[in-house]
């Protein structure tokens, strides 16, 4: 976790370690880099309550230096990782890491809901469990590949409409991660996607079509561990104001085995609800209310 510590002009909350009397610094500093950016942060460790869940001796990071764009301007004032430990600074674990490693957890899963619902800006982080409301039918379980990202594999096709496409036939890896807004789709796929969807690319960069014709475009789905997972034009069509685009982007970052790789982002977890296991190193998925 990073906790920004400089804000002196903003509104973000901070973090004072004088107060805290469980409090320790390891003085280890490290360089992490955000796209175009890049800030220093210490590492420390202290104890990390979210609502009723305490952690004990939790490391996380404190910045030490950053460049005021863009976070200042985020409304958030740090990063909760829930990754892997061999995917952060040091080998760091994660909170639920942490708590399965102190044999703390009532149940070693976490969950996450996003609204479909385009006039909610909403969503849930569930520690320790699940939330039935918020999902229907059967949680299906997919085995994690690779213990770095929350990775899957596809090793079956994937159809447009009633039509198989011949993608990952031979096989593709996806990262379920909350923290991309878009999907990604693996880029060699691109121009057939493209072309199923009937989406332009405008001068902005922006794969758009036409509003009127959204709903007689084809369900994309994906078929993961035998499992199907469609995703239907109301999915991955954004609509702002009457102008709508497609809710993807190109991924170009290849996976270790060298099989295409895909991001499911948000315009995938809005539709279906995700459990984390991470005792067991497996993914849920079921259809969100």
């Not at 920004?4 to 973090?15: C, L």
């Not at 619902?117 to 909403?122: L, V």
């Not at 999902?135 to 590949?145: A, D, F, K, P, R």
């Amino acid at each position: 976790m990073v906790d920004w510590k400089e804000f002196e002009q903003s509104n973000h909350n901070k973090f004072n370690p004088s107060q805290s009397s469980t409090f320790r610094n390891n003085g280890q500093t490290y360089t992490l880099s955000y796209d175009f950016v890049s800030l220093v942060v210490v590492l420390v460790f202290d104890t990390m309550t979210v609502q009723n869940i305490v952690t004990d001796n939790q490391e996380f990071g404190l910045s030490e230096s950053e460049p005021s764009y863009p976070f200042y301007y985020l409304d958030f004032d740090g990063i909760l990782g829930m990754a892997y430990p061999s995917l952060a600074v040091g080998g760091t674990p994660t909170v639920m890491q942490s708590r399965l490693q102190q044999d703390q957890l009532t149940q070693p899963l976490f969950s996450f809901y996003f609204s479909r619902q385009p006039i909610y800006q909403y969503g849930e982080l569930i520690l320790e469990g699940v939330d039935t409301q918020l999902y229907s039918g059967q949680i299906v379980w997919i085995l994690v590949t690779r213990e770095m990202y929350w990775q899957l594999v596809i090793r079956n096709k994937c159809a447009i409409g009633d039509q198989a496409t011949g993608w990952c036939s031979q096989g593709c890896q996806a990262i379920v991660d909350m923290g991309t807004f878009l999907l990604a789709v693996s880029q060699q796929y691109m121009t057939s996607f493209l072309q199923s969807t009937g989406a332009q690319e405008n001068e902005n960069g922006d794969f758009v079509v036409n509003c009127d014709s959204v709903q007689s475009m084809p369900t994309i789905t994906f078929i993961i561990s035998g499992s199907h997972f469609p995703l239907p034009p109301s999915a991955y069509v954004l609509n702002n104001n009457s102008y709508c685009m497609l809710g993807i982007e190109a991924s170009y970052l290849p996976s270790s085995s060298g099989e295409p790789l895909w991001i499911l982002g948000n315009v995938f977890l809005k539709e279906y609800y995700s459990v984390f296991d991470v005792a067991n190193n497996h993914v849920g998925f079921a259809l969100s209310t």
